[in-house]
Structure formats: structure tokens, C-alpha cells
């Protein structure tokens, strides 16, 4: 009978305890970019280099396994490093047993929704020479 009951209550267990691991994500997603865009923007204002520039905000990118692009006033990349779309924890590998592959939209399918950076609003609202951070849900969180 104990065996019955711990069958039938298994799989709402699991879904409370997976709640409980995802409810922190969105606030991590909005301080990884508001972190790395911060750290991003000390980079771009203390280097003149480009090479210089590149590899400290590859770094960044990699640090904070997120996608920092850096664009001038006029809507240029003048950085775009992508380390946002790697899995690589053991927590990732756990949830692709149970949930399968997730087929979400990658960073580039999005890019080519959106449209050219320098025209989306919030690339024309942001700030000139501060970090802004804004996120937005579409079958895939960007920020």
C-alpha cells in the first residue's frame, strides 16, 4: 500500500521540488545582465585597445556564461561575444534527461525576429555611456 501511494505522490514531489529549483531564475538572468553589463561598460570605457577590449570581454562573457555585445551610438557591434547558449552545468545535463532537449529560439533565430540592433527601442532608449539592463520574454528570455 506504501509503495502505491509513494507512486502516485512521486511525480507531484517532483514537480514542487523543480519549482522550488526555478524560482530564482528570473531574478538570476536579470543580474547576470545587469553584472555583465556593468563590468562591460568599465571594460569599454578604460581600454583603447580593441584586442585589449575583446579579450577582457570575451572573459566577462565566458564568467557569466552570457552573450555582451557592445554597439556605438549609431547602432554598430563593435563587440559580440556569445557564450549564453552552452549548457555545461550538471544541473543542465540532469534536466535534459527528464525534460528532453529544449527546442527554444537561439540568440541568432532572435536576432533576425527583432531586427537590427540599432533600431529596436530598447537600444534607442537606452542610456548613452551607462549600462542599462532590460529583459523581455519571447519563447526565450533576452536581457
Request: glycine share 6%; charged share 25%; proline share 3%.
Amino acid at each position: 500500500m506504501v509503495a502505491v501511494i509513494a507512486v502516485a505522490v512521486a511525480p507531484q514531489l517532483l514537480l514542487v521540488a523543480w519549482s522550488q529549483v526555478d524560482r530564482n531564475v528570473p531574478g538570476q538572468l536579470w543580474r547576470t545582465a545587469r553584472d555583465s553589463a556593468a563590468e562591460s561598460a568599465r571594460i569599454v570605457a578604460a581600454e583603447s585597445s580593441s584586442l585589449d577590449r575583446q579579450a577582457k570581454l570575451d572573459a566577462i562573457a565566458l564568467k557569466y556564461r552570457a552573450r555582451v555585445r557592445v554597439i556605438d551610438s549609431s547602432g554598430n557591434i563593435l563587440n559580440d561575444s556569445d557564450y549564453g547558449d552552452r549548457p555545461s552545468s550538471s544541473f543542465d545535463r540532469f534536466e535534459t534527461f527528464f525534460l528532453g532537449e529544449q527546442q527554444s529560439h537561439s540568440l541568432a533565430e532572435l536576432d533576425g525576429e527583432l531586427g537590427a540592433i540599432g533600431e529596436r527601442t530598447e537600444v534607442r532608449d537606452a542610456p548613452i555611456d551607462q549600462p542599462a539592463t532590460s529583459c523581455h520574454f519571447v519563447g526565450l528570455v533576452y536581457c
